[in-house]
């Protein structure tokens, strides 16, 4: 087993993923840019050390100072975490080079599925269904426009290097596809660096329904059954849950069968996930392959009652797959609330600034995964989750209530957060009711937020002056840290950790 | 004690008095008997005709984030000028500016001097945290100005472009 | 289902209890009494009313006060918790005579099982596996010691109506035994106004295995498997698990079928626990039926993946069992530490006093069932417990690391806690080798605790010294409250609540 | 700065000074470098040789507990009298005096005056949250005096017997 890990990543997922070291007595180390020296994360480590600037680009996404600091530190492996350079190809190629292990995929294997149009190639000529599409990526608009009449409108526009949402677009007709192929490529090339793009036919009110994977060195390789995570905004999750509503036992049991198909034809190698779209009449076709731990991977660790984090560290330190296909079953539900710096009220821009307070949710059924505290800043830099919380029940409707209550019982004060969107999403008698689309947001909650009642503006009103009328003493306080900087806060010898 | 707070720019005054139990607030004609104990400095626990509510409260340059059944009213201070973005304000230009709530990078400025434009029509893409956003009109009008090209880093409240609105 | 349910208790189980009322949208009524004023269960209610003076005569066990408020508030039934009035069947008696439903056996059957030794008789008719001891409780110390020479030494002597070890003695010879039989009953009589105390055997290195049944009441029960709870400090519980290492498939089946046998003859309703000692060579005996919610319930909940408060509430409120046996299991490995206000260091005195700073533990696996905050006093005048963290893993292993890392963050400041014993105790190698016995504390704890190592000490020097150099401002809000007492702590008011 | 901090009575002396990188803690010969950061009032990250540690403190009328590794310490600061036995003090009685940790009801008087006991024989029991604790004689010796009955309230301190050491 791995002495000592080096995570390159930051917030909720590091905090996770150095808990999990902890556990099976690995010592971790922690990298962060000059703006994340009191981050969560740095503070999670047994070790941290400074790697870059704020922009991405000089720390998080510098491969040359995270191999460096592993190196210097005497780590014998990486985990990427989620984003950043998770799903590098290139990256992972550079660990293997160095010898350090990549806890996840092969580069090779990575390399095949992050590229969407190599993928489609691979898996249709196995017969995975497929979303009708253009067989290759491009950068010419003209070849898109063409592809578009083919295949007919609507039309989704894609990064062909993308993920999470950045650089997707939806286009009815003609001139919404020009103007999407535009942004699309500029964004596709300042997420990650390459403007092409592709084109496929947009299905009408589908679910988004993915399959946890684990597979060893060895050639073993099983599902953890299905997450559905059609709640979106921006193309992004912001709710997602299992066992999934649309799916029984028969279609459980062939979509698993199709994501181990896909696992094995790609080579693809310790945990993963595999993405479909299933529409209204229960047809389901293979979107792609996340080469990477999830965000909402906690509700499968919930419901099918194992600990992915260290699966993923076992796999890669050459362990055999120790679960067996037919021992794993489904138990309760669980649901995952992303919690987003962002504003639900004007569409969903991040928000940054300080926490001036949080207090987390805590109690039976309830996870929370977090990478913030009160008094922490949340920068412009990175990409604004600030936490998740899950909530397991042994059925639906409770975990439903349960998050509802846990949600309604989280303050986050001084930033614009998702919560109050989330609670009323979970509340929302169509939820409820498992009517989960990914149109579910623009169709149930485009008349969000409720108008305030007066009774209860005149209850908060109440409490301001209350709160004013307590001693200056006490408000000074109110916010984590006196404003005053404390004579020790030492910057430069953080670098010592490496040494 | 009289306190006065606005929200949304509407003020709203406030007066906490001695009630024959507890307290009471006292906002125009209406009274709110109520009877608190502090947690914590965030943290009150409030009694309101029967019910006992948990709030949270913070504050930062005179804006007030309370937190009371789930749901986070921000109320300024009156009197006080407050543009404190970083924390969370929700501060619209005026009328006759385009700007922007975050820092960012501008993309594109889809529009020139001059132009005719129209209520929400998108006049400026500006990129923050990854994310494009379209900045659009806030009136039906004509461009005066434009104080920024493609590819500026913009800081919230700069205006961007200034407009002379129709009437 | 029921309206509105009072909670007759107050820390942790009151706020758990809370919680699932909200999940169930039922309204809750906190009672308290008048230095609970600013309690965590006071807050977590719809509504709270004073019940009386800070001695539990006065308030918790006050039950004219707690019928009369039940009664005002309008709430339809009363959820006891565990300790104070749960298993008081004149409490029980006298809420069914108000047409008050109590969440908890009927009086009957609770007086019943309450009563060891008429327990005993019945259970002894149906063939029942009993630990020799005396035929009847005794108030006589003549008869004890006569009755001990029968039994033969070691013998235990307890308190006939006793629960939770108080009363608890064990003598090895008649001379321990006066001494014992003085205090016990002594101890019975204030705690529970009977001085009877009864004695038995004393079985040498047993395991303390109890099983977790539900009855609903229609005559349909079933079990939910054991908890193991031999870690005991003063004949208390302070670590339970489940499962329990030292059972097997079969030994399982014949202990739960015993557990359900004791249910049947009883009579029994709603949740309980039949409590068995188990010695080395894997015999089993009845010890007693606990009427209650246990403290340390959440163990199975998450290695069964039930809500036991939850069922508690439906099967008063009258709905069939939903549970079959054949379709329960567990799955996974759960832990729980009780985390006690009390000295480890000086034979776990209690500890009393205000919290100044405290930090609940979170993330994968991990619970925390809390009745406490930063800033809140701990009283003389109730049970010690702070609250219960609680963590599950796929394995037994994993979870004890889980248990020991969330452990070693978890400070609570101000006051002594047993939390670093805990630590100490789920990472000794006995514990994690499975070798838990009752004597398991005296046995491998009583070097407990370790010299501190000069560089610790050296560390929290500098740590000190640090934080004393920090402006005044920040040190005198250290403490959660400010000194000021604020202008608006408005008392008497409170009790509008009920109104 | 130089502090001085009890631990048990020991006292220690401790001077912080700037370091080439960071800063360091001087304890008579030993030096410790350290780097921090402070997250809140009382939460640091402080860094002790390539290490970062999370450190929890809260202090209350001089006596400081310090939460590292998953141990608490406490130490009171020097020249402070600090008998704060709610804040969960455990400072233990004279040799010639015996007293209780916690508030509670004497529930037996085991000795008499002029009774000779021995080191840990039990003197008295007080019960407090419904526990009977045993208070033990800390020495050989003669009981002097007698402050209190059974039945009696007793506070945290105060003597219930005076001891004449044997020696």
């Given at each position: ?12 997922i ?11 007595g690995?010592?971790?180390v922690?990298?962060?840019s ?5 981050a ?8 941290a050390v400074?790697?870059?600037?704020a ?15 592993a190196?210097k530190?005497?780590a014998?492996?990486i ?12 990256f992972?190629e ?7 292990v ?7 294997s990575?390399k095949?599925?992050?590229?969407k ?9 196995v ?13 010419d ?5 063409t ?11 894609k990064?062909?290097?993308?993920g ?37 036919k947009?299905?009408?009110k ?16 099983v ?18 849950e ?11 049991r ?5 994501a ?19 529409d209204e009449n ?22 099918v ?14 362990e ?14 669980a ?7 962002e ?6 821009l ?20 977090c990478?913030?505290y ?17 909530a397991?029940?042994?059925t639906r ?14 303050p ?9 969107f989330?609670?009323?999403?979970v509340?929302?008698?169509e939820?409820?009711?498992g ?6 947001i ?32 006490r ?8 404003s ?14 490496g040494? | ?9 509407t003020?709203y005054?406030?007066?906490?008095e ?9 906002l125009?004609k ?5 009877a ?16 006992s ?8 340059n ?12 921000r109320?300024?201070k009156a ?6 973005f970083a924390?969370?304000g929700?501060v619209?230009?005026a009328?006759d500016?385009?700007s ?6 501008i ?11 129209t ?9 923050s ?9 806030p009136t039906d ?6 104080h ?11 205006p961007i472009i ?6």
């Amino acid at each position: 087993m791995f002495k000592k890990i080096l995570i390159a990543n930051r917030g909720e997922i590091a905090v996770r993923v150095m808990k999990a070291c902890r556990e099976l007595g690995i010592k971790s180390v922690a990298v962060y840019s000059t703006i994340d020296r009191t981050a969560l994360h740095v503070q999670s480590a047994d070790e941290a050390v400074c790697i870059g600037e704020a922009p991405p680009s000089e720390s998080y996404l510098n491969i040359d100072s995270i191999i460096e600091t592993a190196k210097k530190t005497g780590a014998d492996a990486i985990h990427p975490g989620y984003g950043f350079l998770a799903e590098n190809h290139l990256f992972a190629e550079r660990c293997e080079k160095e010898g350090i292990v990549f806890i996840g995929p092969t580069s090779r294997s990575m390399k095949l599925v992050g590229d969407k149009v190599a993928s489609r190639a691979v898996t249709e000529n196995v017969g995975i269904p497929l979303i009708p599409g253009m067989k290759h990526k491009s950068t010419d608009p003209d070849e898109c426009l063409t592809a578009a009449k083919k295949i007919g409108y609507p039309v989704l526009l894609k990064a062909s290097a993308g993920g999470g949402g950045k650089g997707m677009h939806v286009a009815r007709n003609k001139e919404e596809l020009k103007e999407a192929i535009e942004s699309g490529m500029r964004e596709a090339k300042s997420a990650f660096g390459d403007p092409s793009v592709y084109l496929e036919k947009y299905i009408e009110k589908p679910r988004h329904v993915e399959f946890q994977v684990l597979a060893d060195n060895h050639g073993d390789a099983v599902h953890l059954f299905e997450r559905e995570c059609s709640i979106q905004r921006r193309h992004q999750k912001i709710v997602e849950e299992s066992p999934s509503v649309a799916l029984d036992d028969d279609l459980r049991r062939r979509m698993g069968e199709t994501a181990l198909k896909v696992v094995e034809v790609s080579g693809y190698t310790n945990a993963g996930t595999v993405e479909f779209l299933l529409d209204e009449n229960k047809k389901f076709y293979f979107l792609e392959v996340n080469a990477r731990l999830q965000v909402e991977h906690p509700v499968t660790e919930l419901v099918v009652g194992i600990d992915l984090v260290h699966a993923q560290i076992r796999i890669a330190a050459g362990e055999k797959l120790w679960l067996k296909q037919e021992q794993l079953s489904q138990r309760g539900h669980a649901i995952e609330c992303r919690i987003y710096a962002e504003d639900p009220e004007n569409n969903f821009l991040p928000s940054a600034g300080k926490i001036l307070y949080m207090k987390e949710p805590t109690g039976p059924g309830i996870r929370h995964d977090c990478g913030v505290y009160s008094g922490s800043e949340v920068s412009v830099y990175y990409d604004p989750i600030l936490s998740k919380l899950i909530a397991y029940a042994p059925t639906r409707e409770i975990c439903c209530q349960r998050m509802a209550a846990a949600l309604a019982n989280f303050p986050i004060l001084g930033i614009k957060t998702d919560i109050e969107f989330l609670k009323d999403t979970v509340n929302h008698p169509e939820f409820i009711a498992g009517n989960t689309f990914t149109n579910f947001i623009e169709k149930n909650m485009s008349d969000w937020p409720p108008e305030t009642k007066i009774d209860h503006l005149n209850r908060a009103l109440t409490s301001a002056a209350l709160f004013s009328s307590l001693p200056k003493t006490r408000i000074s306080s109110s916010d984590g840290k006196s404003s005053i900087p404390s004579p020790w806060e030492s910057l430069g010898a953080w670098e010592i950790a490496g040494g | 004690m009289e306190y006065e707070f606005l929200l949304n720019g509407t003020a709203y005054s406030i007066k906490l008095e001695k009630a024959k139990s507890g307290h009471k607030a006292v906002l125009g004609k209406i009274e709110i008997p109520f009877a608190s104990s502090q947690i914590s400095d965030n943290e009150y626990s409030i009694m309101f005709d029967g019910e006992s509510k948990s709030v949270y409260i913070a504050e930062t340059n005179g804006a007030l984030f309370v937190h009371i059944n789930g749901r986070v009213i921000r109320l300024d201070k009156a009197g006080l000028e407050n543009n404190n973005f970083a924390a969370g304000g929700d501060v619209f230009g005026a009328k006759d500016e385009v700007s922007t709530l975050m820092p960012g990078k501008i993309v594109k400025i889809l529009v020139g001097e001059g132009d005719k434009v129209t209520l929400n029509q998108t006049l400026v893409i500006v990129e923050s945290m990854k994310m494009e956003n379209k900045i659009v009109s806030p009136t039906d009008g004509e461009i005066k100005s434009i104080h920024f090209s493609d590819g500026d880093l913009v800081e919230p409240g700069q205006p961007i472009i200034i407009l002379i609105p129709a009437d």
